[in-house]
C-alpha cells in the first residue's frame, strides 16, 4: 500500500456511476486522493456531475461531456445547449471524442460523431477550458480535429494509440493520463513510456472493471490512482513520490486547482 502522505489526483471519473459515492470518496482521500475530475458523458450524467461537485467542492471538479457512445442525431441541440449554458461551472469539456469500434458506429457513424465533437471542441475553445478525449481506434482524426479546433490544453485520456500521433500530441502540448491498464495494457504502458514526465496525469476512469477475465480483476474506484501511480513509477523507472508530486502538479495546474 503507498503511503497516504503522496497526494494524487484522479483526473477521470465517472463519478455519477458509482454506488455508495460517500464511501467511495472517503476511501479515496484516506487513500490521498486530493481532488478528482468527474466527467459527464450525457444529459443526465452531466447534470448529476454538477450535483456531485455542488456537495464536494474543491474536492470534486465537474466536467462536461458527451460521450461517442451516446451520442443520438435527435438531441444534439439540447446536449450542446446544456454543455454552454452551464460552462462557467465546470473545469473542463469532457468526456468527449471519437469511437470507431464497430459496435460504435453501428449507433453513431463516423460523420456523426465528428460533427458533434466539433461543436463540443468549438464550445470548448470560446469558453478557453481544456478538452477530455476518448479517441478509441480514432487517434488520427480525434487528434487533427483537436489540433484544428484552436483548443489550446486536451488530455488524451487512457491512450493506446500510435506512436506517431502521441509524438504529435505531445508536440502540440497536450497530455495523456495514465490508467490502471498500465500493469497490464502493453499498447497503454508503449505510450506511457513514450510520454515525458511533463505530459503525464494519472486517472481511474472508474468504474471500470480492470484485468477482464484475468485473476486480478477488479472494479475501480478513485483510491486505485494508486495503481495507475505504481505502474507509471515503475515504467518510468522513478520513485512513487516522484512520480505522484510531479503528475499532481501537472493536473493542479492544467485544471486550475486550488
Not at 450542446?80 to 457513424?109: Q, T
Request: charged share 30%; hydrophobic share 45%.
Amino acid at each position: 500500500m503507498i503511503s497516504p502522505v503522496l497526494r494524487l489526483i484522479d483526473t477521470h471519473a465517472h463519478l455519477d456511476e458509482m454506488e455508495n459515492l460517500e464511501a467511495v470518496l472517503a476511501e479515496a482521500k484516506k487513500a490521498g486522493v486530493s481532488a478528482i475530475v468527474a466527467v459527464g458523458s450525457d444529459m443526465a450524467s452531466n447534470k448529476k456531475t454538477l450535483d456531485i461537485a455542488a456537495l464536494y467542492e474543491n474536492f470534486v471538479y465537474p466536467a462536461l461531456g458527451w460521450h461517442p457512445w451516446n451520442i443520438k442525431e435527435a438531441d444534439i441541440s439540447t446536449n450542446l445547449e446544456f454543455i454552454e449554458s452551464h460552462i462557467d461551472e465546470a473545469a473542463a469539456v469532457g468526456e468527449v471524442g471519437l469511437d470507431y469500434h464497430k459496435r460504435v458506429r453501428a449507433v453513431a457513424d463516423k460523420d456523426l460523431q465528428k460533427r458533434v465533437l466539433k461543436e463540443i471542441l468549438g464550445i470548448a475553445r470560446k469558453h478557453d477550458k481544456l478538452a477530455l478525449i476518448h479517441s478509441r481506434y480514432a487517434w488520427r482524426d480525434a487528434f487533427e480535429l483537436v489540433k484544428e479546433s484552436g483548443v489550446e490544453k486536451a488530455v488524451f485520456h487512457w491512450y493506446t494509440g500510435t506512436s506517431g500521433v502521441l509524438r504529435d500530441v505531445i508536440a502540440r502540448g497536450y497530455y495523456i493520463s495514465v490508467t490502471p491498464a498500465v500493469a497490464y495494457h502493453e499498447e497503454h504502458r508503449r505510450a506511457v513510456k513514450e510520454t515525458p514526465l511533463e505530459r503525464l496525469l494519472l486517472e481511474t476512469d472508474c468504474p471500470v472493471i480492470y484485468a477482464r477475465g484475468r485473476e486480478n480483476e477488479f472494479t475501480s474506484s478513485p483510491a486505485d490512482v494508486q495503481r495507475s501511480l505504481r505502474g507509471a513509477a515503475a515504467l518510468k523507472g522513478m520513485g512513487e513520490a516522484e512520480m505522484a508530486e510531479a503528475t499532481t502538479e501537472n493536473a493542479r495546474k492544467l485544471f486550475g486547482m486550488i
